[in-house]
C-alpha cells in the first residue's frame, strides 16, 4: 500500500480498530458493503446492527467494506485495484455474498464502482457461479426498481427477526452448491426477499409502465396474487412484504463497539429507544416504512448504554428515533442517564426532536455536560402549508421553543424548511425568512454578550414512494431556483444565515426514488461518464447525469411528472405494510388540509400495517422508573477531592498506526483511556475536554518509538498499571511504553532538535547532496488548502547525511518543519510517489551537528 502516504485520510483504508471482529475460517463470508466513505459510514446505525447480528455468529464472518475517497479510487482504477475488508483485508470479490446498504439513492453509482473496481460485473445476468451473490437493504428497498436488475436479492424491511434465517439459506446454497436460478427459486417463498430475477417489468409502446408478470423462473404459478394498482400483470406473483419486528425489546441492541480510526460524522453512542412514528408526516418516507412504533423499554436501554460508553469510550451518548420526544418515559430515562454520566463528562444529545414534544425539562438535562446542538425541524414556513404536510406546530410554539434554548444558553440553533410541497405559494416560501426573523429576535442582543446565529436550511420536496405524496410532482430545477432565490431575499435580519441543497441534485434524486428499471442503463452510463459520490454538491455532474439519461432513451421530466392515481406504479409490488388506500385517504386530507390523528392517542388510523395480535403500537409505562449505577468502573482507588493526578505517558506509534493524523491520536488513547475505566479530569467551561496533550504533533505517516503525552486522572492509578490497562484497548501500532508522575512545575515540550531515519526511498544520489550542502538556499513549495508556502530547507535542516541503508535528517523542532517527503523530492529528485513510499521513524529528540 504505497499510496497510502499520497492519500487524504488514509487511516480510512487501515482496519485493525479495537473491538472489531476477525474470524478464523468462517462457513460464510458476509461483505457489509457500505458505499461511503468511512466516516459516514461508521455513523450508520443500521449498519452497527448487522455487523452485531453478523458478529454473534461463529460461523459467519461479516466484515466491512466501504467506497474509496476519490483520491483512492482514481488510484485503484490506475493500478487495476479493488475494494478490501478492514477486518481481514479480503477481496471484495473473494466473499461469498456482498450486501449493500442503501439508505439514500444518490448511493447508486458508488454502489456500481465497488462492483466494477472488484472486477464484478454489474449487472445480475452476466454473472456466473464463481461470482458473489449481490444483495441490498435499507430504506431505497421501498423503489428497488432503478437497480433492480444488479441485484440477486432485495431484503425489504427490519434484519434482526430473519437475519439467522438468511444466512442459513447462504450457507445451505454454499454447501450443496446450488445454481443460482435454484436459489432465486427458494429464496423467492421466504415473503422479506424480493427476488428481481423473478419479475419482469411490462410497458406500453409508449413506455408507459403496466405492472409486473412473473419471469420463467418463478414455479409456483398458484401463488398468492399481488393486487393493487399493477393489475392483472401481478395476478400470480406473490408480494414481498417488509419484514417487522414486532417487539424491539426482543432484539439485541448492538454489544460490539469499534472504536473508529477515523472520527466518524457522528462520533457517538447510539441507542434506538424507539422505532416507527406516530405523528403522520405526509412527506416523510421513514414515517410510513417504519410503522407500527415500537418503543424499548427504559432499563435494558439504561443499562445498554452504560455498558457501551464503558465498551466504547465514547463521550457522548445519543438517543435514537423518529422522534425522541415522543418517547414515553424520556424524562425519566434523560434524567436517570445523566444523573450516571454527567459525572463523567458525557453529554446526551437527542438528534430527532419535535418542537411540540421539547418540555423545558428535557432541555435541562441535554445540557447538562455540554449543549450538543439545537435544531428545529417546522419544515415549512406558514401554518397552513405545515397543515398540508400533517406538522402541526403553531408558529408561537416553534418560537417559544427557540426563546427557551436561548435562555438556556444555546448560541446557534438550526432550522430546517422544504420549498416545492404540494400547493405551495410565494407567501409560503416569505413566511420562512419571517419565521427566521422572529427566533433570531428572542435571541440575546450583542450589547448583552450575545453571539447567537440562526442557520436556515432550505431542501427541495422530493416526492418519495410508499407515502400520500408518491403520486405528486416534483419541481423542476429552474422554478427550484426562483423559489430559492425568493427565500434568501426576504432574509434581513443580520443574524440568520441561509443555506440550501442544491436543487440539481434533487433532481436526479427524484427520477431515482420513483424510477423503474429502465434506469439501469443511464446508472451504466452515469458511472462511465464517471458520476460518482452524486450526493456531495463538490462532486454531482449533472450535464453528465443529463447525458447518462439521454443515452438511455430516458428524459427526467417523465420521472418528475405527476402519476395517475389509477395507475400502477413500478413499487406497487413491494409491500412496506402501509395500504395503498390509506395513502390516498391522507392525500385527500392533505389537500382538504386536514390533520390526521396520532394513533398513540386518538386510535387506530387503519394504516394496514398493524394485525392486532403481534404486530402492533407498543409503547412502555410512563411511569417507569430506573436503579440508579454508577457509571465509573470499580475497583479505582479514589483520590482526594480536588486532587487530580497528573502522568507522563511515552508511547509508540508504528505501523498502521503512522497514518493516524494527531487529532485522530488523541481521540483513540482518550477512548482507550476511558475504556481502561480511568477517570480522566477535564477542563472547566460550557465545552470541557479532557485534560490530555502531547509534546508534538507528529506529521502523517511518521513512526515513532517514544512520544511524550502528559494525561489528568480525577483518580489515582499506580503508573506501573497503566500500559497494561490502556495498551489492551489501543488499536495496533500504538502502544504506551512506560508512564510516571509528573514532577512538580515539569512542563511538557520537544526537544530543540528532533532526528529522523528515512529508508525505503532506493538509491539516493550523494552528489545531489554534496550540491544541496554547498547551496546558500534551497526552497521547496508546500502547497494546502489554506494556501501555498513557501520553505527555505537550508533554515530548518541541522544535519542531513547519508548512510548504509538509509539517511538521517536532524531538523531545528520550531518554525516550519520540512517534511520528509518534501527533502526527498527537493534535494534527491524523487518524485511524489517515489517520495511517499519511503519509510519515516522519529529516532529521538536532543542535540545533533553543526547546522549545515
Not at 324 to 342: P, T, V
Not at 717 to 746: F, K, M
Not at 765 to 778: G, I, N, S, T, Y
Not at 802 to 812: C, D, N, Q, S, Y
Amino acid at each position: 500500500m504505497d499510496f497510502l502516504n499520497i492519500i487524504n485520510q488514509p487511516g480510512r483504508y487501515l482496519g485493525g480498530e479495537a473491538g472489531s471482529v476477525r474470524k478464523e475460517n468462517p462457513s460464510l463470508t458476509l461483505a457489509l458493503a457500505f458505499p461511503e466513505i468511512y466516516e459516514l459510514a461508521m455513523s450508520h446505525q443500521g449498519l452497527k446492527v448487522l455487523y452485531d447480528l453478523a458478529a454473534r455468529r461463529p460461523d459467519v464472518a461479516g466484515e466491512r467494506v466501504f467506497a474509496p475517497y476519490t483520491d483512492l479510487m482514481d488510484i485503484m482504477y490506475q493500478r487495476g485495484l479493488g475494494p478490501w475488508s478492514l477486518e481481514s483485508g479480503r477481496p471484495l470479490r473473494q466473499f461469498d455474498v456482498i450486501g449493500f446498504s442503501l439508505p439514500y439513492e444518490m448511493l447508486y453509482t458508488n454502489m456500481l464502482h465497488m462492483l466494477r473496481l472488484a472486477s464484478i460485473p454489474l449487472r445480475r445476468q452476466d454473472r456466473g457461479p464463481d461470482h458473489p451473490l449481490i444483495m441490498a437493504g435499507g430504506p431505497c428497498m421501498a423503489n428497488p426498481e432503478p437497480i433492480a436488475d444488479f441485484l440477486d436479492l432485495a431484503y425489504i424491511g427490519e434484519a434482526e427477526n430473519h437475519f439467522d434465517e438468511l444466512m442459513d439459506l447462504f450457507l445451505e446454497a454454499k454447501r450443496e452448491k446450488w445454481p443460482r436460478s435454484f436459489l432465486y427459486q427458494q429464496a423467492g417463498r421466504l415473503s422479506y426477499l424480493y427476488v428481481p430475477a423473478l419479475y419482469e417489468p411490462r410497458y406500453d409502446q409508449d413506455g408507459r409502465f403496466l405492472g409486473m408478470r412473473g419471469t420463467a423462473l418463478w414455479e409456483d404459478k398458484t401463488a398468492p396474487s399481488a393486487g393493487g394498482a399493477s393489475g392483472e400483470e401481478t395476478a400470480s406473483l406473490p408480494l414481498p412484504r417488509r419484514s417487522i419486528v414486532p417487539d424491539l425489546n426482543m432484539a439485541p441492541l448492538p454489544a460490539v463497539h469499534i472504536v473508529p480510526a477515523i472520527s466518524p460524522v457522528h462520533d457517538r453512542l447510539g441507542l434506538e429507544i424507539a422505532r416507527g412514528c406516530t405523528r403522520g408526516c405526509r412527506f416523510c418516507q421513514a414515517g410510513y416504512i417504519y410503522r407500527p412504533l415500537r418503543e424499548r423499554d427504559p432499563l435494558p436501554l439504561y443499562q445498554a448504554a452504560l455498558e457501551g460508553l464503558r465498551a466504547g469510550g465514547m463521550d457522548e451518548l445519543a438517543l435514537l428515533s423518529l422522534s425522541s420526544g415522543d418517547y414515553s418515559c424520556i424524562g425519566s430515562l434523560s434524567r436517570g442517564l445523566m444523573d450516571a454520566l454527567s459525572p463523567a463528562k458525557i453529554s446526551l444529545s437527542l438528534p430527532s426532536l419535535r418542537v411540540d414534544s421539547l418540555s423545558a425539562q428535557l432541555m435541562e438535562q441535554i445540557k447538562r455536560v455540554r449543549k450538543t446542538g439545537f435544531t428545529l425541524a417546522p419544515e415549512a414556513g406558514s401554518e397552513r402549508l405545515r397543515a398540508l404536510i400533517n406538522k402541526n406546530l403553531c408558529q408561537e410554539d416553534i418560537i417559544a421553543t427557540a426563546a427557551r434554548a436561548f435562555a438556556l444558553g444555546w448560541e446557534h440553533i438550526k432550522l430546517y424548511f422544504m420549498i416545492g410541497l404540494p400547493e405551495e405559494t410565494d407567501e409560503d416560501i416569505k413566511a420562512i425568512a419571517g419565521l427566521c426573523a422572529q427566533i433570531a429576535a428572542r435571541a440575546p442582543s450583542p450589547s448583552r454578550g450575545g453571539k447567537a446565529l440562526v442557520n436556515a436550511s432550505i431542501g427541495l420536496f422530493v416526492p418519495k414512494a410508499q407515502t400520500p405524496f408518491q403520486w405528486e410532482r416534483q419541481m423542476d430545477p429552474e422554478e427550484a431556483r426562483r423559489r430559492m432565490r425568493l427565500a434568501k431575499a426576504g432574509v434581513t435580519h443580520k443574524r440568520v444565515k441561509v443555506k440550501w441543497n442544491d436543487p440539481d441534485v434533487s433532481i436526479i434524486e427524484g427520477v431515482l426514488s420513483r424510477g423503474d428499471r429502465r434506469l439501469s442503463l443511464a446508472l451504466e452510463e452515469a458511472v462511465a461518464l464517471g458520476c460518482r459520490f452524486d450526493g456531495w454538491s463538490e462532486h454531482f455532474r449533472l450535464q453528465a447525469w443529463l447525458e447518462a439519461l439521454d443515452r438511455a432513451g430516458l428524459k427526467w421530466e417523465e420521472y418528475l411528472c405527476s402519476r395517475p392515481l389509477s395507475g400502477p406504479l413500478p413499487w406497487d409490488h413491494i409491500s412496506m405494510g402501509v395500504s395503498r388506500e390509506y395513502l390516498l385517504r391522507e392525500r385527500r386530507l392533505a389537500y382538504n388540509y386536514e390533520q390526521s390523528q396520532d394513533c398513540r392517542q386518538g386510535g387506530c388510523s387503519f394504516c394496514g400495517v398493524c394485525d392486532g395480535r403481534e404486530i402492533k403500537t407498543r409503547l412502555v409505562p410512563e411511569n417507569s422508573r430506573l436503579p440508579s449505577f454508577p457509571f465509573s468502573a470499580p475497583g479505582q482507588k479514589q483520590s482526594p477531592e480536588g486532587a487530580p493526578v497528573s502522568y507522563r505517558l511515552l508511547f509508540s506509534k508504528t505501523g498502521p498506526a503512522r497514518f493516524t493524523g494527531h487529532l485522530e491520536l488523541i481521540s483513540q488513547i482518550t477512548r482507550a483511556l476511558r475504556r481502561s475505566g480511568l477517570d480522566l479530569a477535564h477542563s472547566a467551561g460550557f465545552h470541557p475536554h479532557p485534560l490530555i496533550k502531547t509534546a508534538s504533533a507528529l506529521p502523517l505517516g511518521v513512526e515513532s518509538m517514544g512520544e511524550e503525552m502528559e494525561i489528568v486522572l480525577k483518580k489515582a492509578c499506580h503508573p506501573s498499571q497503566l500500559p497494561d490497562l490502556v495498551n489492551q484497548n489501543l488499536p495496533q501500532g500504538l502502544a504506551v511504553i512506560s508512564a510516571r508522575l509528573t514532577r512538580p512545575g515539569e512542563i511538557l515540550r520537544e526537544a530543540e532538535q528532533v532526528e529522523y531515519w528515512i529508508s525505503g526511498a532506493g538509491d539516493l544520489d550523494p552528489l545531489r547532496l554534496e550540491h544541496f550542502q554547498a547551496a546558500d538556499c534551497v526552497t521547496c513549495l508546500r502547497q494546502s488548502p489554506k494556501g501555498d508556502k513557501i520553505i527555505d530547507l537550508k533554515t530548518s535542516l541541522l544535519n542531513l547525511q547519508l548512510e548504509a541503508g538509509g539517511l538521517r535528517m536532524i531538523i531545528k523542532s520550531e518554525g516550519t518543519r520540512p517534511r520528509a517527503a518534501e527533502v526527498l523530492e527537493t534535494v534527491f529528485g524523487l518524485n511524489r510517489e517515489q517520495a511517499a513510499g519511503a519509510r519515516v521513524i522519529k529516532q529521538r529528540s536532543g542535540g545533533g551537528p553543526e547546522k549545515i
